[in-house]
């Protein structure tokens, strides 16, 4: 089993439309949690860290549950430069030794 | 402007032969990371570096080396050892090697095999 999971994808959606993620975890003693975007060839990009209180940024949501082991991300009202993989990343003991999932592609289709 | 550079940014390898690809940092950050991404993959850790004169293996070290005699300097060098070195390599640094420290990326390197 892999330590970071993500449906690849592709997610195709209108523009207006609400879509959401989710990406589990299997090490139950992983710290820190986050949401990067990548765009194609591009460096990835922190999009929001992922608190246990849940956290939001404008159209973006991020939710955490650490029972079941997942996270999530809501986009509402996706507009076409949502469009991009999104990479759900995971901190897993001392240090800042990341662990990233294999992201999900996201297209939004006007 | 304060960022990381990495160059260049498409390589070409011959078989046998070593390449090595640059990332300099001019945030005044202790850690170092070098990652590598196949497609439709995530991001795997080759090696990171926490301080100068100091580095560690990450998941994937075989076939490359490092070095980081300077604070602002991580070079990765990808040996003739590594036989699949087709990838996306992408440089990072944060503050400190802490958890949570923000991690800054690079723009990437395209390393291909003729």
């Known amino acids: 089993r892999k330590e970071v999971e993500q449906d690849p994808g592709p997610f195709n959606v209108p523009e207006g439309a609400t879509v959401a993620f989710n990406c589990t975890y299997s090490?139950?003693?992983?710290?820190?949690f986050f949401w990067y975007r990548q765009d194609c060839r591009k460096e990835p990009k922190l999009l929001m860290s992922v608190y246990s209180s849940g956290n939001e940024d404008g159209r973006f949501t991020a939710q955490l549950n650490r029972a079941s082991q997942y996270i999530s991300l809501l986009i509402r009202d996706s507009k076409l430069s949502d469009s991009a993989t999104y990479l759900c990343v995971v901190n897993i003991g001392a240090g800042n030794m990341l662990t990233f999932g294999g992201g999900t592609r996201l297209m939004v289709k006007p | 402007d304060g960022g990381i550079t990495q160059s260049p940014k498409y390589l070409f390898r011959k078989e046998g032969q070593n390449v090595t690809l640059s990332c300099e940092q001019n945030?005044?950050?202790?850690?170092m990371y070098w990652y590598r991404q196949d497609p439709g993959q995530g991001l795997r850790l080759i090696y990171y570096s926490q301080i100068v004169n100091d580095f560690q293996k990450g998941d994937i070290a075989e076939g490359y080396s490092v070095s980081r005699e300077k604070k602002e300097s991580f070079p990765l060098t990808v040996t003739s050892a590594q036989k699949n070195p087709t990838a996306f390599y992408l440089c990072?640094?944060?503050?400190?090697?802490?958890?949570?420290?923000?991690?800054?990326f690079g723009s990437g390197t395209q390393l291909s095999v003729l």
């Open positions: 945030l005044n950050h202790d850690a």
């Open positions: 090490n139950s003693a992983s710290q820190s």
């Open positions: 990072a640094s944060s503050r400190r090697l802490l958890p949570g420290e923000k991690l800054f």
